[in-house]
Each structure stands twice: as structure tokens, then as C-alpha cells.
């Protein structure tokens, strides 16, 4: 029996859906389990924000 994605297990913990415009990016979904924070959580100076997000962009 295979074990739950970091996906499913970030989808359980904070219930809601992995953002369709953020790519499946594992170390991503993990950092916010770490941190215990949803994506929509994270402070804007937050290594994965800056990544993925260009300043004032929102999704």
C-alpha cells in the first residue's frame, strides 16, 4: 500500500488544495508542514514566496 503525498499530507493538514499555479515543488510543500504554514500564510520574505512569486503578484 503506497503512503500519502507530501501534497495529500499538506491538503490534510491545512484543508485545503495544493495551488494549481504553484508547481508541485516537494520541498516547497514540505517547508510549509515545517513551518506549520499555509502557502497563503507565509510572510512575503519567505524563501519559497520569493521563488515562485515576482513582488505584488498574487494568485
Not at 19 to 27: G, N, T, Y
Not at 36 to 44: A, E, G, Q
Amino acid at each position: 500500500m503506497a503512503g500519502i503525498t507530501i501534497f495529500e499530507e499538506y491538503e490534510r493538514h491545512f484543508n485545503d488544495l495544493w495551488p494549481k499555479l504553484i508547481p508541485q515543488d516537494e520541498k516547497f510543500a514540505k517547508h510549509c508542514l515545517e513551518v506549520n504554514k499555509s502557502i497563503d500564510d507565509l510572510p512575503d520574505d519567505d524563501p519559497y514566496i520569493k521563488k515562485y512569486f515576482n513582488s505584488g503578484l498574487t494568485y
